[in-house]
């Protein structure tokens, strides 16, 4: 496949590994911060490859992990009013609330649809003119400019019954929130290629100069990140903080200025609650007064109570970097796909998930 | 995976369209982030919605730095 095989180049990955073995004088502990990077790594093996010179561990790289139970409390309760169709993509829909996720809902009697893009809810909503369409905005800054199109589609379309509930959240915010925590280990980090598509990589460099940690913009596949890992550990190595791109076919320094304008537009950024981290100060965004009447959390009343609930789940700690997922007591004895007791289990972007997947095997040591 | 632009549906800056094939598989995907895109140019696509055109003289690039990387390995007596 044009430019996607030829990043698999087993050679290439394998003269990789031999510079990373070669230039790492240390055990350098690297955090990346994208979930298909986390599935990447462990799916090649490259953090078994490395694992006595690198040590790999996961940031909060999933958006649907971190969004708060709350929020899904409240879209399952629109989806079980009547008229109403809370759209969403498929992994958002199996995150338990603190009761049901929205696919128990359904088994309820709730209305929800998976769709794959945003622009899908507004089409929903353009034919189902008696139900009202909330369309449940999950994802990072990548997904961020398609609910803006959705909104600024549906505004065109003079359309009244569709709605987002907005989820989004941003990733530099998160990974201050991971440098500023007691006992962070993380010495660099390999930023998410294709956030940085759409923001660039400008936006780290007060980030570096800050927290004195190197970030490497990297892409998904296996040489892609070895690139990205080799440049962290060079620099490491010779003490420089710097920003660099690894990921030049799909990054640039100011990003898709188009998309940001998109973004813009229609959201401002705003403090979020993020499952397992807590409250973030510009973690998130929240729509433009403008849109306002596209807000799901203004247009229904939100008439749901949030249980607490106990649970073992150490999703935190995972998205944090804190445990790796095989040293959750839970992992794949009380937490599998099939019978997930988080987040980070339940979502095909979860470490979790990529752990349990691509390497089930061996279990650690719970810490 | 990056995809192909085939032809362009619609150019309103909302509702920008076009067909994109991905591994002989064609698709329409939303083209508003990505106006100035043209055919034949590869885009990056998530939920939908075109997020970059890839740079392929990046690409080269990137590829170029594996060939030398391979090249310098055979050098090196084993
Ligand atoms: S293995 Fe399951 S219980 Fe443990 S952190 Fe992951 S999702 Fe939570």
């Known amino acids: 496949?044009?430019?996607?095989?030829?990043?698999?180049?087993?050679?290439?990955?394998?003269?990789?590994?031999?510079?990373?073995?070669?230039?790492?004088?240390?055990?350098?502990?690297?955090?990346?911060?994208?979930?298909?990077?986390?599935?990447?790594?462990?799916?090649?093996?490259?953090?078994?490859?490395?694992?006595?010179?690198?040590?790999?561990?996961?940031?909060?790289?999933?958006?649907?992990?971190?969004?708060?139970?709350?929020?899904?409390?409240?879209?399952?309760?629109?989806?079980?009013?009547?008229?109403?169709?809370?759209?969403?993509?498929g992994d958002m829909i199996r995150v338990p609330g603190s009761r049901d996720s929205l696919m128990q809902a359904r088994s309820r009697g709730g209305n929800v649809k998976i769709v794959y893009s945003p622009v899908d809810a507004v089409l929903i909503a353009a034919k189902n003119p008696q139900s009202q369409i909330v369309f449940f905005a999950v994802g990072f800054e990548t997904t961020a400019p398609a609910t803006a199109i959705a909104i600024l589609q549906a505004a065109k379309l003079g359309l009244q019954n569709f709605s987002v509930l907005p989820a989004h959240v941003r990733v530099l915010p998160a990974m201050q929130t991971i440098m500023e925590m007691p006992g962070n280990r993380v010495e660099a980090f390999l930023a998410a290629g294709h956030v940085c598509s759409v923001t660039g990589f400008a936006?780290?460099?007060?980030?570096?100069?800050?927290?004195?940690?190197?970030?490497?913009?990297?892409?998904?596949?296996?040489?892609?990140?070895?690139?990205?890992?080799?440049?962290?550990?060079?620099?490491?190595?010779?003490?420089?903080?710097?920003?660099?791109?690894?990921?030049?076919?799909?990054?640039?320094?100011?990003?898709?200025?188009?998309a940001q304008a998109i973004i813009n537009r229609v959201y401002m950024v705003d403090d979020r609650d993020w499952r397992g981290f807590g409250t973030i100060s510009g973690g998130g965004y929240r729509l433009r007064s403008e849109f306002a009447n596209f807000d799901a959390?203004?247009?229904?009343?939100?008439?749901?109570?949030?249980?607490?609930?106990?649970?073992?789940?150490?999703?935190?700690?995972?998205?944090?970097?804190?445990?790796?997922?095989?040293?959750?007591?839970?992992?794949?004895?009380?937490?599998?796909?099939?019978?997930?007791?988080?987040?980070?289990?339940?979502?095909?972007?979860?470490?979790?998930?990529?752990?349990?997947?691509?390497?089930?095997?061996?279990?650690?040591?719970?810490? | 995976?990056?995809?192909?632009?085939?032809?362009?549906?619609?150019?309103?800056?909302?509702?920008?369209?076009?067909?994109?094939?991905?591994?002989?598989?064609?698709?329409?995907v939303h083209m508003a982030c990505v106006p100035d895109a043209t055919v034949g140019q590869y885009v990056i696509v998530h939920a939908g919605i075109a997020i970059c055109v890839l740079d392929e003289s990046e690409a080269h690039k990137t590829l170029a730095a594996f060939k030398m990387l391979e090249e310098v390995d055979d050098e090196i007596p084993q």
């Not at chain 1, 944090?320 to 796909?337: E, L, N, W």
Request: proline share 6%; glycine share 8%.
């Open chain 2, 1 to 28: 995976m990056p995809g192909r632009i085939v032809r362009w549906i619609d150019r309103d800056p909302t509702f920008a369209k076009a067909v994109v094939e991905f591994a002989g598989v064609s698709r329409d």
């Open chain 1, 203 to 258: 936006q780290y460099e007060p980030f570096v100069s800050n927290y004195k940690v190197p970030v490497v913009v990297t892409g998904f596949e296996p040489v892609d990140l070895l690139g990205g890992i080799l440049r962290c550990v060079e620099m490491l190595e010779q003490g420089i903080c710097a920003v660099d791109n690894r990921y030049g076919r799909s990054v640039c320094r100011a990003g898709n200025e188009s």
């Open chain 1, 1 to 89: 496949m044009k430019y996607l095989s030829e990043f698999r180049n087993v050679s290439a990955a394998k003269i990789l590994v031999q510079q990373i073995r070669d230039r790492a004088t240390r055990r350098w502990v690297l955090m990346d911060v994208c979930g298909g990077q986390t599935h990447s790594l462990v799916r090649y093996g490259i953090e078994q490859e490395l694992e006595e010179h690198v040590d790999l561990i996961h940031g909060p790289g999933c958006p649907v992990c971190v969004t708060s139970t709350e929020l899904i409390d409240f879209a399952v309760s629109l989806s079980l009013q009547p008229d109403t169709i809370v759209a969403s993509f």
């Open chain 1, 297 to 367: 959390a203004k247009r229904f009343e939100r008439c749901v109570q949030t249980v607490a609930v106990e649970s073992l789940c150490r999703g935190g700690d995972v998205m944090s970097g804190r445990i790796k997922p095989k040293q959750c007591p839970a992992f794949g004895v009380g937490c599998t796909p099939e019978s997930p007791m988080g987040a980070p289990m339940v979502s095909s972007e979860g470490a979790c998930a990529a752990y349990y997947r691509f390497d089930p095997l061996q279990l650690e040591k719970p810490r």
